[in-house]
């Protein structure tokens, strides 16, 4: 016997009805309160306010005394914003501009309107720069912003220079200077940047501000300045002059400087160089293999704002298992193969005039090495010689136009995984020839030692890694059986590695950046065929997405990200 009980569902009903609720409360019909700031009314029905706004549901469903009255005062909150969120009771839109968002957020908090609040702050991280961004995270703490204030925060850090010179960063308070210059992950070419920051702000309003120079001093790295600028610039600073805790700093940096034995004493966070992570940058895709098996020249920049490969000037060489690291806005490309033999030389890119030049060439030769830059030097970490895997490093100095050769690694290390962490190397897996690595080494400059942290928790050669947010991705390479796709991230102040969300590729040989918040998997090797595809990870959901495929690479590409303000296209 048939169900003689049928459903029947119109699910078009309430977006159908809303439109026609509009109309009814627009010819004043129907309304059964009136809301009112100041002078200003607005008639509403009490069931859409208690369905929409989580304020009213309270104030109308609990018994309030609001619940009853036909007029309902509303107390600290702008008429207009109450209008506009009113409306959107109605119709689910707001309009936000630079006028009306803040006072929209507020009274979006007011109302516990969660969904504008989050749109208002988005619409403001959209709009962060120098001249607003200190303001924007005053707003964002007061009203309990937590991701605004983290995107405020990043900003500000990422352009400290510019920061810097606006008159919102001379009219901190002392406790959110301080903090700010505190920060590892300040992006400044060098610490005189810091120090004149700091300066600047004490002498805007000097006889206020004097006294607390020495507190300051303290968080300015100076045994990180040269020690021609301490007696240049510091030294004969009469702020500094006339402050004996300040005469006391100088004197410890200048020891660091006349002292290298006693280095490991004096070794504080002042010595730890700053290390921003997060700059928001342009990728560079370097060299590179064919599918024939052919070293490439070519070279092409991914923007993540624009979303597309460009094809950019070559360079002179053909290279792949290229090294590859920006230093001071200009991206190197060090090493590698060019088809026959095992490569020494090196070549610069500068975005701003689009050409190649070649600079002083390693000491060894090297391809399937590690590079990072640091401090104003560039780091390169082992490789193959064409005979055998190395342990060995050097470093660049771009003043002088020189290799030097540095402390060596622990292990003999060939494609291993080399990125920059809290102002110190960190080189991952990678093989000597017979066993492939799982196990990790640390490269601190103060000592000029390496250290053993905790070991990943797969071996990999071939992988990608890179530094985000305070923490390392290691990502895809080769473990000996398998081609990976597994990704796993280091936490330096646990000293442990997890696993992540794994790519949705396999991925040897794969080239990996952090830039704008994301972490980039990018070309490689799946056991099959080398790779132009890229993918994307957000940490904020733990997912991986297919991003552009590049256009002129077929995967085996090294990878550097040239900040923004160091590019020209």
Known sequence: MADDRVV???EDLPIAAFPIIVDIRKQGKLCDVTLKVGE???????????????YFNAMFTHDMVEAKQDEISMQGIDASALESLVNFAYTGKVELDQNNVQSLLIAASFLHLQSVKEA???FLKERLHPQNCLSVRAFADQYMCSDLVESANKFIQNSFKQVAGTEEFLGLDRADLTDIISRDELNVN??????EAVMAWVKHVMNKRKEHLPELMVRVRLPLLTPQYLSDKVATEELVK????????????????????????????????RCCTDIPGVIY???G??????SLSTVEYFDPVVGRWIVAEAMSTMRSRVGVSVLNGLLYAIGGYNGSERLCTVEVFDPDSHRWKKVAAMNCKRSALGAASLNGKLFVCGGYDGVSSLRSVELYDPKNNVWVMSTSMHKYRSAAGVAILHGEIYACGGHDGLSIFDSVECFNMTTGLWRTVASMNSKRCRLGVAALNGQLYAVGGYDGAMFLKTVERYDPTTNTWEYVKQMKVKRSRVAVAATYGKVYAIGGYDGQANLNCVEMYDPSTDTWSFVSSMSAHEGGVGVGVVPMENCSM
């Open 190 to 195: 060098n610490e005189e940047q810091v120090f």
């Open 120 to 122: 208002c702050c988005d």
């Open 242 to 273: 006339s402050s004996l805790q300040c005469r006391d700093l100088l004197d410890e940096a200048r020891d660091y400087h006349l002292m290298p034995e006693r280095r490991t004493l004096l070794q504080t966070f002042k010595t730890r160089p």
């Open 289 to 294: 293999l064919t599918s024939s098996g052919d």
């Open 8 to 10: 029947f569902c119109k």
């Open 285 to 287: 895709a370097v060299g």
């Open 40 to 54: 200003q009314k607005f008639s509403c029905h009490r069931i859409i306010l208690a369905a929409t706004i989580p």
